[in-house]
């Protein structure tokens, strides 16, 4: 079965930004003049899918309006012929079909992807996480709906991180590797898919079972949400959904691979300044002048 619709889980709070969060959604702050939220979506309909799921909470109202017909907005670009601008704001409320559904209360990102199941129903579905944007040749997403179809089971995007920052991450065990006598797949030239055997949220480096970081983005079977409904919530009350996994890994089969691209964690200060500043020198109308002024910063 093809993958047809994607969650993102939208019902944050985003303490790490405040102030600028106090008033708008975290998703919604703009890397160059894009927000967050957009870059994910891009990505997550250039892979093929058709319906995106966003899962809000109170406050979250700005990106349903991004994502709509904005009529004042396009009749004012519209007289006073600002037609590029236009393009791009008509573009974006045609860019997919988008369903809301509230998330009542935060209780974690397991609830948040339970929050989703009539909307989801009982077929396999992506979630991706707004905080880590990738740029690859081939979008992300697509690459994990190529493993599926080889696997047709969960697949979970891995990267390998310093064993130092397990804290921040939901960390998968993998099987042993056998050799196949086939070229290995992955980045440099390392064996790219493998068997999940456990996962671990936020371990300490000394009880991580391996340096395979969970990155914000899943395809999962329908049989997460029967699991994410007997999963205890952890002691700060959420339900993860790093252990809803861990609960459907004893009936399903799960695949972590390791995708090709870069990562940019935009959900700390620093992650998205980086992204800010490379994206901003990527681009045409600004590249040039902006590398000219890093140039004569006295760093
Ligand atoms: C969530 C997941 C975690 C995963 C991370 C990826 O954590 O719970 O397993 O590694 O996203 O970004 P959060 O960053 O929301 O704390």
Redesign the pocket.
Known sequence: MRIRKAVFPAA?LGTRFLPATKAQPKEMLPLVDKPAIQYVIEEAVASGVETVIIVTGRGKNAIEDHFDVAFELERTLEERGKTEALDEIRRIANLVRVCYVRQKEPL??GHAVLSARDLVGDEPFAVL?G??IIESKVPCLKQLMSIYDEHRCSIIAVERIDRTRTK????VGVAPLQSSGKPPAGQGGRESVHEVRD?V??PEPSEAPSDL????RYILTSGIFEQLESTAPDKWGEI???NGLRSLLRKEKIMAYEFEGKRY?T?NKLGFLKATVEFALRREDLGEEFRRYLRCLAL
């Not at 921040?168 to 960390?171: A, F, I, S, T």
């Open positions: 944050g974690g990102l996480l905080d880590d921040d991450y939901g960390v996962l949220e936020k970081a969970i990155i914000g993860q959904l790093t964690d959900g």
